[in-house]
């Protein structure tokens, strides 16, 4: 079988290629799975980089979600069944034709799910509820996320109002503002804008901004905090302008707010089995009613790996890069 590698941590788009490995058995409580299709996350690429939370022993394999089809099963596996339509959210290693995994890490997908929403529905779904869950707002409440076009962003102002949250969106650049609306989210500001903050503090009203998402950092990072009220919060998700944060002191001490981080795989870990169905659950209600979308940027075999790093930071990218057999 054929399977992404990289032996040394770098560019992307330098470092990976594909090269021939013998085909895996799976172990007591594994599956094997043969991969259908496998979305480009930026968490994929910081780990080939090096830079992320987890840095794995080289040689290694890249990726972590996948939709595919079971075609083994280890000793002691139930619930699955050889030929069965599985994905999976927090696997390492599945930019292959095929791949291990653990049977309780496979999530069986309804025949009514694409395999292009189905390779998408674990990891940024999952974490755009999670982290929406994990944030105490009620009915009524107000928020604020910057890099609202990416991926999380519009999971997140598409999953927020069935729960009564207004969720004001920020992106950099005015086209930003066009390609949202087309998607059918409103309520977005662009920075490069002269008297942003005021239309956001229009749009709010004289409802306080109870919670901000920073998935930039740097400057953007003190941008979120500066418009929060009393007693916010700033929950960082990401960094990808800075690995840095940039906030004034006045602002945190003044608003008496609180900067914490999250970490999706962290809260997804220690999360209980029944929150996991009620908000897996929620997530196939909103993706069967058209309230979710999980639109599709461009397709990419394997051994166009390069090129679909490349596309991954392409600016203007309205969808995820999937990469396929």
Not at 276 to 281: F, I, T, V, Y
Request: charged share 20%; hydrophobic share 45%; aromatic share 4%.
């Amino acid at each position: 079988m054929r399977s992404i590698v990289h032996h040394e941590f770098g560019d992307p788009t330098s470092v990976l290629s594909v090269e021939e490995a013998p085909l895996p058995e799976p172990g007591p409580g594994e599956a094997r799975v043969r991969l259908l299709l496998s979305p480009i996350h930026n968490h994929d690429l910081w780990t080939v980089r090096g830079t992320y939370g987890y840095k794995p022993e080289l040689p290694a394999r890249a990726g972590t979600e996948a939709v595919g089809v079971v075609d083994a099963l280890g000793e002691g596996v139930e619930g699955l069944e050889v030929g069965q339509r599985v994905a999976t959210g927090g696997t390492f290693g599945v930019w292959s034709e095929q791949f291990l995994a653990k049977a309780a890490a496979l999530i069986p997908v309804p025949d009514g799910i694409p395999d292009e929403a189905a390779a998408q529905l674990v990891a940024m779904p999952f974490s755009a509820i999670s982290l929406l869950d994990s944030l105490g707002l009620e009915e009524g409440d107000w928020m604020i996320q910057n890099a609202a076009n990416g991926a999380v962003g519009r999971l997140v102002a598409q999953l927020a109002p069935s729960r009564g949250i207004h969720v004001i969106g920020l992106v950099r650049r005015a086209d930003g503002v066009a390609e949202l609306a087309a998607a059918g989210i409103d309520q977005v500001v662009a920075t490069d804008s002269e008297g942003w903050q005021d239309e956001v503090r229009r749009l709010a009203g004289d409802s306080p901004l109870k919670v901000g998402i920073d998935s930039l950092g740097g400057d953007a990072s003190g941008d979120v905090l500066s418009l929060l009220g009393e007693e916010g919060t700033l929950i960082s998700f990401g960094a990808m302008a800075s690995p840095t944060m940039n906030v004034s002191s006045g602002d945190v001490i003044f608003k008496q707010a609180t900067v914490k981080g999250f970490w999706g795989s962290k809260v997804s870990a220690a999360m209980p089995a029944d929150d996991r169905r009620r908000l897996m659950g929620e997530l196939m209600a909103r993706l069967a009613d058209g309230t979710l979308t999980l639109p599709v940027g461009a397709l990419y075999p394997l051994d166009q790996i390069g090129a679909a790093a490349a596309a991954n930071f392409e600016p203007g990218r309205t969808g995820k890069i999937l990469l396929m057999p």
